[in-house]
């Protein structure tokens, strides 16, 4: 029953009149209900949350507020525990401890209603005033319940909201100080100077996560990250233990992949933060469109300057190669294919015939071809290191292959 009913069954006189004789004795009523929740609450009394002044205080204002509203003859005055539900959840305060501190009150203010009542063996006067509290409590604990939980989803949005922005800050890179990447590590709870790899996956559609739960799901193997939802990628960067722990998290990742992930080399320090994403999405263009996989980018020290330009980067590969790109689909796809099984093979023609299932004399006439197509050497060390990077920018931008060449 809630206390409003209560006014409608005539108690209201009865109980308004015992209010008043025990309000006559509220500075003990205070004392010494802040002496219960002390002695049976130890969040209070180790000033946990709230200080002992603070607590006094707050009996205070709820119990003058309990008190006019049982001499009232109105709806009861939720005021007060609204206040105080929000203070106590902006201090991290635990709900069911609040409520537990209301009940001892309350159960204080009927302890003198049982005393007055008792002296003048008044039953009656004890039901109703029984009745009004325990109907007061609750009004009261639904009022308590509610605020808090209203005010604890307004910081739970504050704090996504604020480390929403800091992991946008740390993916943007350029304006972080080392002040912010201070506290971009601290608010994210990452290490400054630790180890990482930045993931990011392809969105099946807007709004939808490709890796749901992902960072309860890392938090399980004892890894720290931070995630970030836009409309067509969700990337997050992740702290390891250890460099060899990247295999976990790739093998985690890779578990449900809906669509297209990339994942940067394993790097050291926050501040690297912006480079390793845009390593991933190198990495995650690297595959055909469509196509769910994963590719974790190889670090090397031509990967990443290819990389790290891309523009230049399809400039060199089209000046290098565009003979060959010019080429009927065939023609073109054989004498790539077979350049890059030959890099792969450390120049080595038996190998390259291997891997590609013929003769060498097959291999040595599509190597000739090639050299004589585009003009260049496979024995000349600067030809080879120009064609070495060419390939690598074909094979980090594989769209642009198609493409006219860059003016």
């Given amino acids: 029953m809630h206390y ?10 009865r109980v308004a009149v015992l209010a008043a004789d025990v309000e006559r004795k509220l500075p003990e009523l205070i004392e010494s209900t802040v002496r219960q929740i002390r002695a049976e609450m130890p969040v209070y ?26 001499r009232g ?6 005021a007060q525990a609204h206040a105080t539900a929000r203070a106590r959840a902006l201090q991290g305060a635990p709900l069911p401890e609040l409520l537990r501190a209301y009940r001892i009150g309350l159960t204080e203010v009927w302890h003198r209603f049982v005393e007055l009542t008792a002296r003048e063996q008044d039953l009656a006067g004890l039901v109703a005033a029984t009745t009004a509290i325990w109907a007061l409590v609750d009004d009261l604990a639904e009022a308590l319940t509610t605020a808090y939980r209203d005010t604890t989803a307004e910081v739970l949005v504050a704090h996504q909201n604020r480390r929403s922005a800091l992991v946008e800050a740390l993916f943007a890179g350029g304006t972080a100080t080392e002040g912010t990447l201070w506290d ?12 990482f790899v930045v993931v990011a996956a392809e969105t099946p559609r807007l709004g939808q996560e490709p890796l749901p739960q992902i960072e309860a799901r890392l938090r399980g193997l004892h890894h720290a990250s931070a995630w970030r939802l836009t409309p067509d990628l969700q990337v997050g960067v992740v702290s390891l233990r250890d460099p060899a722990a990247s295999k976990a998290v790739v093998e985690l990742v890779r578990e449900h992949p809906v669509g297209r992930v990339g994942i940067s080399p394993v790097f050291t320090g926050l501040g690297n933060t912006a480079r390793a994403l845009h390593l991933a999405r190198v990495a995650l263009s690297s595959m055909t469109p469509g196509t769910p996989g994963l590719v974790q980018f190889t670090e090397s020290p031509l990967a990443g300057l290819v990389a790290s330009a891309p523009e230049a980067s399809v400039q060199l590969a089209h000046h290098v190669l565009q003979p060959v790109l010019d080429l009927p689909g065939d023609d073109r796809n054989v004498l790539l294919l077979t350049l890059r099984a030959w890099f792969d093979c450390q120049g080595s023609t038996k190998l390259t015939s291997e891997r590609m299932f013929c003769h060498p004399n097959t291999i040595r006439h599509r190597l000739k071809r090639i050299t004589e197509e585009l003009g260049r050497s496979l024995t000349n060390p600067a030809d080879i290191a120009e064609l070495g990077a060419a390939l690598r920018a074909l094979n980090l931008f594989p769209e642009t292959a198609h493409l006219p060449a860059p003016r």
């Fill in 73 to 78: 003859s109105d709806g009861p005055d939720l």
């Fill in 184 to 195: 971009i590590a601290r608010v994210l709870d990452l290490s400054l100077d630790g180890t």
């Fill in 4 to 13: 409003q009913a209560l006014l409608s069954d005539g108690l209201a006189p």
């Fill in 45 to 70: 009394a180790d000033a946990r949350f709230v200080t002992h002044a603070e607590l006094r205080a707050s009996v205070r204002a709820n119990l003058e507020h309990v008190m006019r509203t049982l």
